[in-house]
Each structure stands twice: as C-alpha cells, then as structure tokens.
C-alpha cells in the first residue's frame, strides 16, 4: 500500500508539474479563435471583419476568369494578344496558390485569338481618378458588345487593352454584377486593366484587383497622402511594389487559408506566450489576434525574406491593428510602427515596424494596455509575451 500511495504521489506531482509548466495563463486568458473573428459591418464600404457581403468572389477552391483582349482606333497594338495574357499569367496565378498556401486556384479561360476593336476612341472614356460606376461600367458593356459573343457565367472577367493605350491610365475593379446590355449575366465582378499594369504594377496589379474582387480593401489612402501611410509595403492591398507584399495574416484568415487552428486568440487582461512561425511558410501557428471590442483587434505575427516577401528588406514581429468600421483607403488596417523615426527602408518608414529579438524587443499600446515583446526566436520563427492590463 505504501509503494502505491508513493506511485499516486509521483503522478499527481507530475500531472501539477506538467500543468505548471504550460504557458503562463494559456488556459484562462485564451478563448477559441472564433471569438476574435470581428463580424464585418454591411454599413462600412468592403469592412475588414468576417462574413462581409458583396458577390464576393470565391476564396478557396477554384476562382474561375474569363479573359479578352481590347484595341481602340486611335492607340492601336504594337504587341499580341498572347504576350500580354503571358505578361499576367502564369505568375499572377502562382502568387495566389502561393500566397493561399494551395488553397485558391486562379483558373483563367483567355481568347487570344485577336484584338477586339472597341466602339470609341481610348479617350473618350473619362478614365481618371474618381471614375463613376456608370462610365465604368459603360466601357466594360463596350468591350463586350466589342467581343460580340457568348461568355459561360464566371467569377471575374478581365479585359486588357493593347499597352500602349495610354488613355486607359489605371486598372479598376468594377464591384457590381457584370452583364451585357440586353442584361445577360456574365461575371460577379470586371478588372479593366490599364497603362499603370505596364508601366508600374507589373503582372502584380492582377492580385490586388482581384482582391477586390474577393472584398479585401483598399489599405493605402485615399486623401492623396503617401501610399505607405498606413501600412507601408507590408501587403499587396496597399503598396503594390512594396518588398513585402503578402497578404495579412488575418486578412488569410478571413479568406479562408488559415484555419482557427493557426490563429491564437487573447480575450482578457493577463500575460500570455506564443510561438509563431513565418506567414510565408505553410503549417504552424501564424498569428496573435488581441480583442479590444467588438470591432477592433491588434494582430501579431511573424514576416520573414521568404516566398513571396523574399525582398524584404527588415523582418520578425509586426504588429496591426485591424478596424471594421474604418472604410476602404481610410485606414482599416494600421500597421504599428516598433521604431519610429528610423527612417525605415525600401523608402517607407513603416517597411522596418518589426519587433525583433537583437533589436527594438518591445512594443506598448498604453491606449489599448497592451505590450508585446519578443523574448525568443529560432529558425523556424519567434517566441512573444503579450501583457494586457
């Protein structure tokens, strides 16, 4: 009886060792990931929480488009059909089953058969900053009474005029239903691509219209500030040609390519451990997700030189705070600068935000009561505390 009484003893000593040893907390100050997701505000133009609603274009699976090819009387082509659908594809396509981690596929059906003449002249189409809905929309009917034949129902449709067409300055996405003018239904959403593909944005403006297309905001400003303001070039919804253009982590957590699993979620006042691993890398943990109310978080997690950020030019822990009820190009996600004042790099102050073990270690919010320091890090990614108080 005694060597069993000791044998009980060893356990319950072990089980208190075990449960002591976890991180400090971990069982009263996390909740299930869900109670982070922020519902997304119907009010608020493309709202940055969860179930936002717009004939959005799918997320996960297969994204189906349906591509043309555009000329104008007055800017005829000097390329073919066929090397600008290759200047888009396949690479804007592999920046999403990469950035997506496999779960999206952008499958595009293209007729590079020939340029189709539109009915007016490239500019007198209007095409400026501010372009309306309706003048919008009155060149994407154009193109297709241009293309004078049945497209099968689709996702998104893109139309591409020839790359000298210096009229048609800039690549927006229409956001309503797409149809003919004797009303036939051809897509959820249209991507009209222009000069500024070419000349600036390169195949990557593909991926940030059609991240509109799937109801992602706009994060840089729409007041005519710097494109970096809020969020400097950490995600292809803000500086395309940013060094680090991968998506948030919680925006591929609203898309569907991170699981609850990969997300930890911090609910109450304590101190909390976790480790994460780079965004850019499959598998494992990827962020922190702070509740502050009901429509405002602060997010950590780890970006590296890696994939699709592999010209970073600073990596480690970056942190954000995400607003559902800030509008499209007024801020919805702001990236919290760790150094400020640096002078940043790549030609943004906010492009070195990051928290790192061998350099600025600790980050306080006093107007949300939060710290985050970093207090470890390894090959495969870093270890935070995070303070509430």
């Known amino acids: 009886m005694e060597f069993l009484h000791l044998v009980v003893q060893r ?60 000329d104008f009387d007055d800017q005829g082509a000097i390329e073919t ?52 809905s309706e003048t919008h929309q009155k060149y994407i009917q154009d193109a297709l009474d241009a293309y004078g034949q049945a497209i099968p129902p689709t996702d998104v449709l893109y139309i591409v005029p020839m790359a000298n067409a210096t009229a048609i300055s800039f690549s927006p996405t229409f956001m309503g239903d797409v149809e003919t003018r004797a009303g036939v239904y051809v897509a959820k959403k249209s991507v009209t691509f222009g000069l500024d593909a070419y000349t600036a944005w390169q195949y990557l403006v593909l991926n940030h219209e059609t991240g509109h297309t799937m109801c992602l905001p706009d994060y840089y400003p729409f007041n005519g500030s710097a494109t970096g303001l809020f969020i400097g070039g950490w995600d292809l919804m803000g500086l395309i040609s940013g060094p680090s253009p991968d998506y948030f982590a919680w925006d591929k957590w609203r898309l569907g390519w991170l699981s609850d699993e990969q997300m930890d979620c911090v609910i109450e006042a304590g101190s909390t451990r976790h480790t994460l691993s780079p965004i850019e890398t499959p598998g494992d943990v990827k962020a922190v997700v702070v509740k502050h109310n009901n429509t405002d978080v602060l997010v950590a997690e780890v970006r590296s030189a890696l994939a699709l950020d592999e010209a970073a030019c600073a990596t480690g822990v970056l942190l954000y705070t995400v607003s559902t009820t800030t509008a499209t190009g007024e801020g919805p996600v702001r990236v919290l600068d760790a150094r400020p004042g640096s002078g940043g790099c790549a030609g943004d102050e906010l492009n070195d935000a990051t928290l790192t073990l061998d350099g600025t270690s600790t980050y306080t919010s006093s107007e949300w009561g939060i710290q985050v320091a970093v207090v470890g890090s390894s090959q495969d990614g870093f270890e935070i505390q995070i303070d509430i108080s």
């Open 11 to 70: 356990l319950v000593w072990l089980a208190i060792t075990i449960f002591a040893s976890a991180t400090p907390g971990r069982c009263l100050l996390e909740a299930n990931a869900s109670a982070c997701k922020l519902t997304a505000s119907q009010d608020i133009y493309l709202s940055a929480g969860f179930g936002y609603e717009l004939n959005c274009a799918p997320t996960t699976g297969t994204l189906r488009a349906f591509m043309f090819f555009v």
């Open 81 to 132: 059909p066929q090397s600008l659908h290759d200047f888009f594809l396949p690479a804007a396509a592999e920046w999403y089953a990469t950035s997506s981690y496999g779960a999206l596929t952008l499958n595009v059906t293209a007729d590079t058969s020939c340029f189709y003449l539109m009915p007016s002249r490239a500019d007198s189409y209007g095409w400026e900053r501010g372009l309306t």
